[in-house]
């Protein structure tokens, strides 16, 4: 080989290399972008979770669930429609996992157990009239998937359902939230 051969495959190298590794930058920094998007996100929807309105909903809707005689349905399923857009979110990646299960994971896992016991209301409610076998389904995944990482967290078994006992510490947290507390509101003197 002479001179110009070692030189075009110099040159041939080393702009692979430049292409390569400028992929790699691009992608890195998407990524990056897509995490911090996510937990900013995260942020904004934690704020939407402690908001007058949401802990009026989560009030109502865990003190129905924690009784043992619930009587008629509440009107307002605010939270779970809450979880099934985080369960569609986190479906498609839009969100971190990791993050929803930081931040939400025990309120997740808490109101699906409740839902699913003594009576299971998805299985009613998908059932009929009309059959719907996608009501909730994003939220039911995701519960799903916050027992997962539970259970992982806790190095137990894979599919390990939350225990009632802690599903009912938070729903009783819940059924005696305040509805006027404020996250953004400074704290009294």
């Known amino acids: 080989m002479d001179t110009s051969d070692w030189t075009t495959w110099g040159a041939l190298i080393g702009t692979w290399v430049l292409v390569v590794g400028t992929l790699y930058f691009a992608y890195w920094q998407l990524r990056q972008t897509q995490r911090l998007h996510s937990a900013s996100t995260i942020l904004d929807l934690r704020e939407r979770f402690y ?16 009784r043992s ?13 809450f979880f099934e857009l985080l369960g569609s979110l986190t479906h498609t990646r839009a969100l971190d996992e990791r993050l929803v299960w930081n931040a939400f994971g025990p309120w997740i896992t808490a109101y699906y157990v409740f839902i699913t016991e003594p009576v299971d209301l998805l299985s009613a409610w998908r059932s009929g009239p009309p059959p719907d076998p996608l ?29 009632a006992a802690d599903a ?17 509101a400074a704290p009294p003197d």
Do not use: K, Q
Request: hydrophobic letters at 40%; proline letters at 5%.
């Open 69 to 81: 005689e619930r009587g008629p349905e509440p009107d307002n399923w605010e939270v779970c429609l």
């Open 168 to 184: 009912r510490y938070v729903l009783e947290g819940d059924s005696a939230l305040s509805p006027g507390f404020d996250v953004r």
């Open 135 to 163: 009501i909730f389904a994003e939220f039911e995944r995701l519960a799903r998937r916050m027992m997962e990482r539970d259970a992982r967290a806790a190095h137990g078994p894979r599919h390990e359902r939350t225990a």
């Open 51 to 66: 908001n007058s309105r949401m802990r009026l909903a989560r009030r109502e809707l865990s003190a129905w669930l924690l």
